[in-house]
């Protein structure tokens, strides 16, 4: 199963110098707000705050879910639970802007939770839970045990693979079916990591396998991506394109097509291959140029909401489309084209923070935005605040405050 080591080695390490003499064409040459980064800084102290409310009252052995401002109810969840990473994830995020000790502690005290989820081969979902928090905690204070944690979350995560689909498996269902959704090109990043650090070419094998897959069967002529696609296991062909989390199965949910464009930027990163840079381009271009993206622009939940404009808003997407945009300006192959990546999601930054979106400090349970939408045909998590929201919302700000300078490297 494994190439030779030293030929993986020196061809991650041939990649890594591509991959950093392109991103440095592109330092230097994005000018930034300063009122705008002022106003980050401030946005970090205003979050590291929040997330102190969320320490207080979150009991010890749950993560933090959602939380209802209409009914002032706070929602927890087990480590099982698909975002349990991004707690101790935003938590190191904040640690490495504001460096309060208090952020760290809790987020060493809350990965120790998280630790057994390593061996969770029921989800699809381990790049969310394990490499937004280890790796995150890594990146800032490298241990070996995080790199075992994380080479055996990559290992629990192949387990899913299905070489005759050419994808990894997302949600366990009746034997006939075998579902695959967009969401699960966010968990590749956790494969091309464990290639790096091991030299086993499996784990680079297994996403870009499953990267292609997704772009010759989810995506719909004019870019727009379809969220769950029901393979036949044994042939491999598609036997269902459908939705569970949007409006229609024909319709373009949001936060699906925000996943999309963040995953399609990161297989670029990792590839170089141009096919994954055209694929996050033509995403993007269908997102910014789509009739009913908000000049604000943050989201409507799905663009074919049917009651737009008066249909909910979801800050997720905002803070995901907002956070890739930022990477993706600095591989797009035309300087007009990385421009316009680069000023929306400084507008989304912008939108994000104001009073619209951001909290009040002291409430909403700790939370720092609200306004996302989690499962609305399901009645599940609407206009509330989630824990990705914050998460992504973070990175975003951590990216525009660093553009002109490598980023680091859980952060590309």
């Not at 290639?195 to 499953?210: E, L, M, R």
């Not at 029901?230 to 949001?254: D, H, I, L």
């Not at 609200?370 to 609305?376: A, D, N, Q, R, T």
């Not at 975003?396 to 680091?408: D, E, I, S, T, V």
Request: proline residues 4%; contains cysteine.
């Amino acid at each position: 199963m494994k190439q030779s080591f030293v030929f993986w080695t020196a061809f991650i390490a041939l990649t890594a110098v591509i991959i950093s003499s392109c991103s440095a064409q592109k330092l230097g040459t994005f000018k930034k707000d300063t009122d705008l980064i002022k106003a980050i800084d401030k946005n970090f102290l205003d979050a590291a705050a929040q997330y102190k409310v969320m320490m207080s009252t979150l009991p010890a052995n749950r993560f933090p879910r959602n939380f209802d401002p209409k009914t002032d109810r706070f929602v927890t969840s087990g480590s099982d639970w698909w975002c349990s990473g991004f707690y101790p994830g935003t938590l190191l995020y904040l640690y490495d802007q504001t460096k309060d000790q208090a952020l760290y502690s809790e987020s060493d005290r809350i990965l120790k939770l998280l630790e057994k989820e390593k061996n969770n081969k029921t989800t699809h979902d381990l790049g969310f839970m394990m490499f937004c928090s280890f790796g995150n905690a890594n990146m800032i204070a490298p241990k070996p045990e995080y790199k075992d944690i994380l080479l055996t979350s990559a290992k629990s995560l192949t387990s899913r693979f299905n070489p005759k689909t050419g994808t990894i498996k997302s949600w366990d269902s009746k034997t006939s079916d075998y579902l695959v959704i967009i969401d699960n090109m966010m968990n590749l990043e956790l494969l091309f990591w464990a290639t790096k650090v091991t030299g086993d070419s499996s784990y680079h094998k297994i996403a870009v396998t499953h990267a292609n897959t997704t772009i010759k069967n989810h995506f719909r002529p004019n870019y727009s991506s379809y969220h769950v696609i029901n393979y036949n296991s044994q042939t491999g062909e598609v036997q269902e394109k459908r939705t569970a989390q949007g409006f229609s199965n024909e319709s373009t949910w949001a936060r699906g097509q925000a996943w999309g464009l963040y995953g399609f930027t990161v297989m670029y990163r990792e590839t170089k291959d141009k096919k994954y840079l055209v694929q996050a381009e033509k995403i993007a271009k269908f997102l910014l140029n789509h009739p009913n993206l908000p000049a604000d622009k943050i989201p409507f939940w799905d663009f074919n909401a049917p009651d737009i404009p008066k249909a909910l808003r979801d800050a997720s997407a905002g803070a995901i489309m907002a956070s890739a945009l930022l990477e993706l300006s600095r591989y797009a192959e035309k300087a007009a084209n990385g421009k316009t990546y680069y000023n929306v999601a400084e507008t989304m930054i912008k939108t994000l923070s104001s009073d619209t979106y951001k909290t009040n400090q002291g409430t909403n349970g700790g939370f720092i935005l609200k306004h996302s939408v989690g499962h609305l045909p399901q009645k599940s998590e609407v206009d509330v605040s989630l824990t990705y929201a914050d998460y992504y919302y973070i990175e975003a700000m951590a990216r525009y405050k660093g553009m002109n300078q490598p980023f680091k490297s859980i952060a590309n």
